[in-house]
């Protein structure tokens, strides 16, 4: 079975960093478009970043710009998702998501994804 599997979440005071980590289960993903979603409580999912297969292309979404780096390791088939300066509307469940559908056409909607990890929790206190 073909699985992202994500880890490093935690409970963080506002300030703090994290440091989440996916690992792909079953294939690899190093030729594939992955992302970095989350949900907080009441809330649906939305974008947090995106990068292409050789890290030339990233986004952002507006509210993590400057505070968040995604990046890969293709060697370690491993996606990353550096977070600084966290603050607590950072709360939520991290997802981690791979492969662009064929008929994806924008790198930032949940259904652009074919594989999506089980999520990891961060938390921020104030």
């Known amino acids: 079975q073909v699985q992202p599997v994500e880890s490093g979440g935690g409970l963080v005071q506002a300030g703090g960093s994290l440091r989440l980590s996916c690992a792909a289960s079953g294939r690899t993903f190093s030729g594939d478009f992955m992302a970095w979603f989350r949900q907080a409580p009441g809330k649906e999912r939305e974008f947090v970043a995106a990068?292409?297969?050789?890290?030339?292309?990233?986004t952002y979404a507006d509210s993590v710009k400057g505070r968040f780096t995604i990046s890969r390791d293709n060697a370690e088939n491993t996606l990353y998702l550096q977070m600084n300066s966290l603050k607590p509307e950072g709360t939520a469940v991290y997802y981690c998501?791979?492969?662009?559908?064929?008929?994806?056409?924008?790198?930032?909607?949940?259904?652009?994804?074919?594989?999506w990890g089980q999520g990891t929790q961060v938390t921020v206190s104030s």
């Open positions: 998501a791979a492969r662009l559908m064929m008929s994806a056409t924008t790198t930032t909607t949940i259904n652009s994804y074919r594989y």
């Open positions: 990068i292409n297969w050789n890290s030339v292309s990233t």
